[in-house]
């Protein structure tokens, strides 16, 4: 375990990587699934190196670096390297292309950018690089020499930075929101910030040096990067990490690695889920499972089909860390968990006001830090947008919940996700839940769409992902919606699709939803209800 204990001036990433380089050099700290390995030695020399590297390229503490690299040890290599010399990772989703790469590259303004042979195409498609960009290095050959490109393996003949380690308030990397509403607004998270990523996992769900992460997520974002490899770091654990998420191959990893923790996020679980069952289902050291959201029927699966002992909610953004854990010893299915009160307050208030809310009651779901630089330092060149979310002395992260008597927070949806229909606000969050335990039903997603009789209020449709060889029916549909619904939450339409669209981190992009609207394809549900 990483000794900071409460010195925050000492929550920075890089001293951590360098105090268990010196505890345990020879123990391994990361695996790729069939690939190679470093151990906790190797990975803080060959951050070291990576940081000489970008120091002869006239890079500085303080200035920004893009990396738009896939899962593996390229990026780990990369982001260690980065923070060794102070300067700022900028963190770019590999699956952005056109002008959804355009935005974060611009708007970051960063000097130096690494990234990928495999993204080379889209990186051209844009014509020139921003002109802040200086250098270009790159993992993996490209198709055609390029005098624009420097290998980044470059880093093996480098010397090893001897710059100053930064500080907890520094800013550590900027990471974009995913955009579902408005553009994307880059994150400033200073080092404490991302350190208490990973020491809530490690003080939430009691992670040890003998556990063992399984990452299926991407280390692009915070919970793969900050919450899970980081938090293994903390630890002094090790991590097995695989390069994308594959349902099929889940339970076979965390066998072969001999996991003992992993996330989920998203419709993560539900791809899991239904695999079909396997006499291996309870052949694996899991011992606990951070799922976000926690559904009670998948809660129910874990525990009695895979037999995992713990599974636990969270709450959390890039912006605010993860201010709500579920508790180990207590099971709330469906909960988000209670406020990690030792780092962060957290309250329920009305989002017009500002004012609390009464218990049980939906509000707004607010946040403040109790440790300095624990949270975001600002949304990159939006200082309005700051101070927007931040007012009152509270972030208001635009998310609706409610928190019961002991303090127990329940996500309802997104403020600006709620639906009005017939002189109600409706949760499209409690819409999906009502079909989520349909047979058949893989994925779904409840959104407004204009009213055409409301003047102005909303209608609801749904997009649902049929499971393999399942046949659903828009009657099945509304039969369930007049066995389980209030008239007014109704669906009007739904539409039967292949798949729905998904951010980096398995977040359903709604705003794509609602613009592609009712089509043609689109089945209207009124005249089943009759």
């Known amino acids: 375990m990483y000794s900071a204990g409460e010195d925050v001036r000492r929550w920075v990433l890089p001293l951590v990587l360098e105090e268990q380089a010196r505890v345990r050099p020879d123990q391994t700290f990361i695996s790729i699934v069939d690939g190679d390995s470093l151990t906790y030695g190797a990975l803080h020399d060959q951050a070291a190196q990576v ?7 006239g890079v500085q503490p303080g200035d920004r670096v893009a990396i738009m690299l896939p899962n593996g040890l390229d990026i780990v290599r990369a982001w260690a390297g980065v923070g060794r010399l102070g300067a700022v990772a900028v963190m770019i989703n590999t699956e952005l292309l056109g002008a ?13 950018l690494i990234i990928h042979a495999d993204y080379l195409d889209r990186l051209e498609a844009l014509g020139a690089p921003p002109p802040t960009i200086e250098h270009i290095l790159v993992v993996g050959r490209p198709d055609k020499a390029s005098s624009a490109y420097r290998p980044f393996e470059a880093w093996r003949s480098a010397g090893a930075t001897r710059a100053p380690f930064p500080a907890a308030q520094d800013a550590a990397c900027i990471m974009y929101t995913s955009g579902t509403t408005g553009a994307p607004k880059g994150v400033i998270m ?11 996992v490690v003080e939430n ?11 299926a997520l991407p280390l692009f974002h915070a919970n793969g990067l900050l919450m899970q490899l980081c938090g293994t770091m903390i630890a002094g654990a090790q991590a097995t990490v695989r390069d994308r998420f594959s349902a099929s191959a889940w339970l076979a990893d965390v066998r072969r690695a001999g996991a003992t923790l992993t996330h989920s996020l998203g419709a993560i679980s539900a791809f899991i889920l239904a695999q079909p069952p396997s006499p291996q289902d309870r052949d694996h050291r899991l011992r606990l499972i951070l799922s976000a959201p926690n559904f009670a029927d998948h809660e129910r699966i874990w525990r009695e089909r895979f037999g995992v002992s713990e599974v636990l909610g969270a709450y959390g953004m890039t912006e605010v860390n993860i201010p709500l854990y579920g508790e180990r010893t207590k099971t709330r299915p469906g909960m988000c968990g209670r406020p990690y009160a030792r780092r962060f307050e957290v309250d329920i208030r009305d989002p017009d006001t500002d004012l609390p809310v009464a218990l049980g009651e939906v509000g707004e779901i607010m946040v403040r830090p109790l440790i300095a630089n624990g949270f975001m330092a600002g949304y990159f060149n939006l200082p309005k947008k700051t101070v927007e979310a931040w007012r009152n002395f ?7 919940g409610r928190m019961d008597a002991e303090g127990y927070v329940t996500f309802v949806d997104r403020i600006k996700d709620c639906i009005r229909r017939r002189g109600e606000n409706i949760s499209a969050a409690d819409i999906e839940a009502s079909f989520m335990d349909l047979p058949g039903v893989a994925e779904i997603a409840a959104f407004a769409v204009p009213s055409d009789i409301d003047g102005g209020e909303d209608e609801i449709m749904m997009a649902i992902v049929a499971a393999p060889e399942a046949s659903i029916t828009a009657e099945m549909i509304a039969a369930r919606a007049k066995a389980r619904m209030p008239r007014f939450a109704m669906p009007r339409y739904v539409a039967f699709v292949s798949s729905l669209p998904k951010t980096g981190t398995e977040k359903v992009r709604k705003a794509d939803l609602k613009q592609a609207g009712v089509t043609p394809d689109t089945i209207d549900l009124t005249e089943f209800y009759k």
Request: charged letters at 10%.
């Open 100 to 112: 959804f790469l355009a935005h974060p590259l611009n708007d970051a303004q960063p000097c130096l």
């Open 190 to 200: 200073p080092h404490a910030h991302c350190f208490l990523f990973g020491l809530g």
């Open 394 to 400: 509270w972030f208001h992260t635009g998310d609706a």
């Open 205 to 215: 769900l009691g992670v040890t040096g003998e556990d063992h992460y399984y990452i």
């Open 51 to 57: 940081a000489g590297l970008l120091q002869q390229l």
